[in-house]
């Protein structure tokens, strides 16, 4: 399986880098589907999603320069013939999956039946993940970021790779995503945790996990 887990989507070279040496081939020679439904659980999810769409927000991973982008809106999934969209979803080299709620995001992954076959998919086709769209793929979030609440209850996420991460460290806007406040949460981690900042990615290929940062990052093992 091939990821890159983004703090803050493509934010800078060495991740675009590591982007096209996922896909094997330039962007503008790629297909991608936008995947936004994690901002669904925001207040003004849907004025974002938009925005992002349009390319209008400097992180949205739209603005790349794709052959071609279609948006695959999980919650619509499960009334749909399957027939209707695995064919576009087998086809699509880069799945952009944006932040917002991981829970949120995590629960549709699954009754959409996307969860189930990214295993397969992903032998091909890259996960790009932002936020809460890198958060999903962990085992777990820690309790802290439990916000939207699945009726199963827990904070347990898909668990496609053995680590769990913390976004936007030391984001000045977030006052709460301090390096004190993120070694705290993961040592309540049953996993490694890395704490990342928006100039971080984590690119995992068939198991074997590299950092991309032109910023800053830290490994935590709880005690």
């Given at each position: 399986m091939k990821f890159l887990l983004t703090s803050a989507g493509i934010s800078n070279d060495s991740i675009c880098t590591s982007l096209v040496?996922?896909?094997g081939k330039p962007i503008a020679e790629s297909s991608a589907l936008y995947i936004p439904t994690a901002l669904h659980a925001n207040s003004n999810g849907p004025a974002m999603i938009t925005r992002l769409?349009?390319?209008e927000i400097n992180n949205s991973m739209c603005k790349l320069e794709w052959k071609s982008l279609g948006v695959l809106e999980l919650t619509a999934l499960p009334s749909l013939?399957?027939?209707?969209?695995l064919p576009?979803?087998?086809k699509t080299d880069a799945l952009l999956v944006e932040g917002g709620d991981p829970l949120y995001l995590s629960y549709w992954m699954q009754q959409s039946g996307l969860a189930d076959l990214l295993p397969e998919l992903l032998r091909e086709t890259v996960y790009v993940g932002l936020s809460a769209g890198s958060m999903v793929m962990a085992p777990s979030i820690g309790e802290d970021f439990v916000r939207w609440k699945p009726p199963t209850g827990g904070d347990r996420t898909l668990g496609l790779v053995d680590f769990a991460m913390f976004p936007h460290l030391d984001n000045p806007s977030m006052p709460d995503?301090?390096?004190a406040d993120a070694e705290k949460w993961a040592a309540n981690m049953p996993v490694p945790a890395y704490l990342i900042d928006d100039q971080t990615a984590i690119q995992v290929v068939d198991g074997v996990i590299k950092v991309i940062s032109e910023g800053h990052?830290?490994?935590v093992v709880a005690q």
């Open positions: 040496d996922l896909l769409i349009r390319g013939d399957k027939e209707q969209w576009r979803v087998q995503n301090s390096l990052w830290k490994r």
